[in-house]
């Protein structure tokens, strides 16, 4: 610290004296003096020096009148690339050193980045720019970086949304993206927002909100006696607790139509379907084909009496009166209830 203080001091007194701004022409016997603390490499010590470039009394300006402008090496023939340059493969998409797939695997954290790039990539201690191939204004930090289609709109959630599991039949079904999103996801703001990358694994799946596909989830039946509480379990990669797969029941007591019922109720499957499994969200796995509690039917047959919903080959012909909230019987439309 004494020594390196000195130094600099000095070197400032020949500038001065000589009239030379050029730090070049300083003459500096490499290896002739040790010029940094003997603790200069120690992350933790007094004198480490990432802690002399860090925060608002920054000495880089002193660092770059011996180790060059892009502190390459310069007059004191040490440049900082020779331990902080980035693996040969960095900014090559098929080696395993590439960038993205380093930080995909290190749970996509950028927070370690800062301390040479600076906050958002610019400003940093070394310079990068990351324009050249991320082209959207957020650069690094748009939304569709790390999930979703990079070439797309970050601004647009379609093209934010990741191609895994059932993202996709979800948003078929529902449409209204932003709502359909918001139903299951906070949406952050920005990606540093609270909640978004955390240390527990995965996203976070949160079903409780006032969007509207997750008050449809938690549909109250059976005379305000079923009161669904939807939940996603991390181990199992499965939801449970909807109304959408089945968390339902209707009282033959409370029907104008209990002529129709084979049990006190008329219920769902109360299914546990598996994110990644479609066949586990098949046709017949949040009901029956009829439900249980209903009177027998053909498959063919349902369309006589709900035949807004499916036609007499069992397709359904319209997805906004299926999995709508309400029943859909007789060219009717009202609550479950
Ligand atoms: C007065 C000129 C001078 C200044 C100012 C200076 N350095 Fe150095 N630095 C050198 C010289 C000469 C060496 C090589 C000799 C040595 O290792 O002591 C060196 C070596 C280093 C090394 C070790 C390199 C290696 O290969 O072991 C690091 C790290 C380093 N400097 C960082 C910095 C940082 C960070 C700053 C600014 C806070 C800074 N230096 C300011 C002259 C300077
Ligand atoms: C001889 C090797 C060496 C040289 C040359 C070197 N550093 Fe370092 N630097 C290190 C080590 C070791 C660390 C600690 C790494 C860690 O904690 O993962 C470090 C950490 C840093 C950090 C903090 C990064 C982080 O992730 O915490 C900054 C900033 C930094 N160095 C700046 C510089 C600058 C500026 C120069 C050139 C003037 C330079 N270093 C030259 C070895 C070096
Ligand atoms: C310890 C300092 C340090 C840290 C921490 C660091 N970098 Fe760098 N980065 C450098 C240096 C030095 C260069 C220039 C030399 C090189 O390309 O290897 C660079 C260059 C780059 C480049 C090439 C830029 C261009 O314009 O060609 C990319 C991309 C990059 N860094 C990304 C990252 C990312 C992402 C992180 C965090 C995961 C990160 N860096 C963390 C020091 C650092
Ligand atoms: C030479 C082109 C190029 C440069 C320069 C570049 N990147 Fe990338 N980066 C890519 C490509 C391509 C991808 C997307 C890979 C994919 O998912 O298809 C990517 C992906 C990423 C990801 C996503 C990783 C994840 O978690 O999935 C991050 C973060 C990233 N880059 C950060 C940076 C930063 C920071 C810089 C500048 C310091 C930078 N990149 C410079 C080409 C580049
Ligand atoms: C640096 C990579 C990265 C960027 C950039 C990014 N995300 Fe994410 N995002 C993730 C990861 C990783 C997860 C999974 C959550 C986890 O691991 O904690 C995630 C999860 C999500 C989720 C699921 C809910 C949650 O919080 O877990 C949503 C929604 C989301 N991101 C939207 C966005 C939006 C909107 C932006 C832009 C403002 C964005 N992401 C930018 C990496 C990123
Ligand atoms: C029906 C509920 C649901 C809807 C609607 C939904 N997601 Fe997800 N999302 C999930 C589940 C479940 C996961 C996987 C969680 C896990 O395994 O960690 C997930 C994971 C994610 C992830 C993290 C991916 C990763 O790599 O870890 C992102 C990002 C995401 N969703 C964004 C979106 C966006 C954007 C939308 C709207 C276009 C959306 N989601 C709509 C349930 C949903
Ligand atoms: C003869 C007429 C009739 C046929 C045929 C019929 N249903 Fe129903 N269905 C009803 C009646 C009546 C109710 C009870 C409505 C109420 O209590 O208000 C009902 C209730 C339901 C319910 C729960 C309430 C709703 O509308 O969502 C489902 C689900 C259902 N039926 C599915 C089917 C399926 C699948 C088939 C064919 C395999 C089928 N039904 C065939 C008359 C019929
Ligand atoms: C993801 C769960 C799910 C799947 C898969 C599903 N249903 Fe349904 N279905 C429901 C729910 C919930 C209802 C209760 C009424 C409502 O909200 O529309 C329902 C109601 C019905 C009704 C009664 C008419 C109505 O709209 O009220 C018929 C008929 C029906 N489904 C047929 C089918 C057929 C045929 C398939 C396969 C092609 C199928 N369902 C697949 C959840 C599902």
């Known amino acids: 610290m004494q020594i390196e203080k000195r130094i600099i001091i000095f070197l400032s007194g020949v500038a001065i004296i000589s009239g030379c701004s050029d730090p070049a022409k300083i003459p500096l016997a490499s290896g002739a003096v040790a010029v940094h603390s003997p603790v200069w490499l120690e992350p933790g010590s ?54 993205a797939t380093v930080i995909a695997a290190d749970n996509h954290d950028l927070s370690g980045c800062e301390k040479c790039h600076g906050a958002h990539f610019s400003d940093g201690i070394f310079p990068a720019d990351c324009s050249r191939c991320h082209v959207h204004p957020a650069g690094p930090e748009a939304c569709n ?28 079904h529902f449409g ?29 799946v ?31 990669e499965t939801c449970a607790n909807t109304y959408c797969h089945g968390d339902w029941k209707l009282a033959k007591a409370r029907s104008n139509s209990s002529w129709n019922y084979a049990a006190d109720h008329i219920e ?14 098949a046709c017949g796995t949040c009901h029956a084909l009829p439900p249980v509690g209903h009177n027998p039917s053909e498959i063919s047959g349902c369309a006589g009496c709900h035949g807004a919903t499916i036609d007499d080959t069992g397709n359904i012909i319209d997805e906004s009166k299926h999995i709508n909230g309400k029943v859909n019987l007789f060219g009717q439309e009202y609550d479950m209830f």
């Open 46 to 99: 007094d004198d480490f020096h990432a802690d002399k470039v860090a925060g608002p009394n920054s000495e880089l300006e002193q660092c770059r009148q011996c180790h060059g402008a892009d502190l390459s090496g310069g007059i004191a023939e040490a440049s900082c690339a020779k331990c902080h340059a980035h693996p040969d493969g960095w900014l090559v998409a098929e080696a395993p050193e590439f960038h």
């Open 206 to 236: 949160n079903i409780q909100g006032n969007a509207r596909f997750a008050v449809l989830a938690r549909t109250i039946t059976n005379e305000g006696q079923n009161q669904p509480a939807p939940t996603f379990d991390h181990q199992t």
């Open 176 to 204: 209204d993206i932003e709502n359909t999103c918001a139903s299951c996801h906070a949406i952050p703001a920005t990606v540093g927002a609270a909640g978004h990358l955390d240390n527990t694994p995965g996203a976070e």
């Open 268 to 281: 769902g499957n109360a299914a546990t379907p598996g994110w990644d499994d479609p066949a586990s969200a």
């Open 145 to 172: 970086t790390c999930h979703g289609n990079f070439p797309g709109n970050p601004d647009n959630l379609a093209d934010v949304v990741p191609d895994k599991g059932a993202h996709e039949v979800h948003l078929e």
